[in-house]
């Protein structure tokens, strides 16, 4: 079909659309990387969405922990506004304001010295593996070895597949790049026992979200770092879900008593816009002008929201929420656990939480929040995952509580009449 007639055709399937056929239409256009829920979301204010029917949902998904400050916050509209009216994209050649300004805050409050901007959490991950790589080049008579982790998600692009120490992401894309060794989460011994003379750092998430937050020994980063540096090893953190707040302190390595020599940011440091962040410590900092690079990192524009955004969560003490509010909902949560006995664990911290059961029930528990208006992620096929806006009030999580509540009162009920019927 010649384009202009191809072009006419979708052209007259979108001008036919009723509001239900969005999703038909999405079927039609894209690859299959994702299975959606079933609703079609066109407007958010805080925590809070509405669909094409004009439907409520309170928003516990966030984005995929992205949405730090809700939908659509006014601190972070008011400065994409001003700065699309001034300067969106210049490019690395050059100087820009927004994106020093965002560099200086993010190196005023943490331990690294150095940053490097990009777009997502992936290309942060990929740049702290080049620039370990580089480290072990010069400084480590060539290692390039990366220790990762069982259950860990550190992105999807082919090197960080093999960097993710989950098989489900592997094996479609087998042979992957080299120069990863997978070990067991929360085990020191099984790093030490991977490490050799080609290993050049160990990149682990404080706390492993994707892979089902899975909550670590307290000591577990302060013994790692410590082997590390007694190696010479740089130790790299992933905080691309649990960095700016979301765990309760500005970064997650705060808790832990620990400093990395890299940390990886994206997720939240933009509410919303797209931005990633690779920060080092300065004898880390080997990176030579050419040698990584990036056409739309750090571009002004989503950086003066990322400094907004940013600046707001520091001024405003949103960790302080965070972790009074995250107290609140586990408490909650807990409540719930001992009413419902198909409930198996709770776990996690601050505002990245997952509930567990003893069956595969989390994509039915999606469906049924979702027809009494409340947003949940599934992380495993038997657990849920919240990642709520940090800026989540005790009123919202009761709200929420109480959905949760109609949702397992059904399954229960529905599992008792099976069992009657047998």
């Avoid at 087998?174 to 003379?197: M, Q, T």
């Avoid at 990322?306 to 707001?312: F, S, V």
Wanted: aromatic letters at 8%; proline letters at 4%; a neutral charge.
């Amino acid at each position: 079909m010649r384009l202009p007639d191809r072009l006419g055709k979708l052209n007259q399937e979108v001008q036919q659309l009723s509001q239900n056929d969005w999703q038909e239409l999405e079927q039609k256009l894209f690859l299959r990387t994702v299975n959606r829920v079933p609703v079609t979301l066109v407007r958010g204010q805080g925590a809070w969405a509405w669909d094409d029917q004009g439907r409520e949902y309170l928003d516990f998904v966030g984005g995929w922990a992205v949405n730090s400050l809700g939908h659509c916050p006014p601190v972070v509209v008011e400065a994409l506004e001003k700065q699309a009216k001034t300067l969106i994209q210049a490019s690395n050649q050059f100087y820009t304001i927004p994106q020093i300004e965002l560099a200086q805050l993010l190196i005023g409050h943490s331990c690294l010295d150095r940053v490097f901007f990009c777009n997502s959490g992936a290309e942060a991950n990929e740049g702290a593996t080049k620039l370990a790589r580089r480290y072990g080049k010069l400084r480590l008579n060539g290692a390039y070895e990366v220790i990762t982790t069982h259950s860990s998600f550190h992105g999807r692009t082919l090197a960080m597949t093999a960097a993710t120490g989950q098989g489900k992401f592997q094996e479609p894309y087998i042979p992957l790049p080299d120069g990863f060794v997978n070990v067991e989460y929360n085990n020191v011994e099984a790093i030490k026992r991977a490490a050799s003379e080609q290993t050049c750092a160990v990149i682990l998430e404080p706390i492993q979200g994707e892979g089902g937050v899975n909550v670590p020994d307290d000591d577990y980063l302060k013994k790692v770092q410590s082997w590390c540096r007694g190696k010479g090893i740089l130790f790299i953190l992933d905080e691309v879900q649990t960095g700016i707040g979301r765990t309760g302190t500005l970064f997650a390595y705060e808790q832990y008593g620990v400093e990395p020599d890299i940390m990886t940011l994206a997720k939240g440091l933009g509410s919303g816009v797209p931005i990633g962040a690779l920060l080092a410590r300065e004898n880390v900092s080997l990176f030579s002008p050419g040698e990584h690079g990036s056409t739309f990192g750090g571009n002004p524009l989503v950086c003066a929201a990322a400094h907004a955004a940013l600046k707001y969560i520091i001024d405003n003490d949103i960790p302080g929420n965070v972790k009074r509010v995250g107290n609140y909902f586990m408490t909650r949560l807990e409540n719930l656990k001992q009413q419902f006995d198909f409930i198996t664990e709770l776990r996690g911290r601050g505002l990245l939480i997952a509930l567990e059961f003893n069956k595969e029930i989390a994509e039915k528990m999606v469906l049924a929040c979702l027809d009494r208006g409340l947003l949940v992620n599934t992380v495993k096929p038997n657990a849920l995952r919240f990642m709520p806006p940090l800026i989540i009030t005790e009123k919202e999580v009761d709200k929420a509580i109480g959905i949760l509540v109609d949702t397992l009162e059904e399954i229960r009920n529905a599992k008792g009449k099976s069992k009657n019927a047998k």
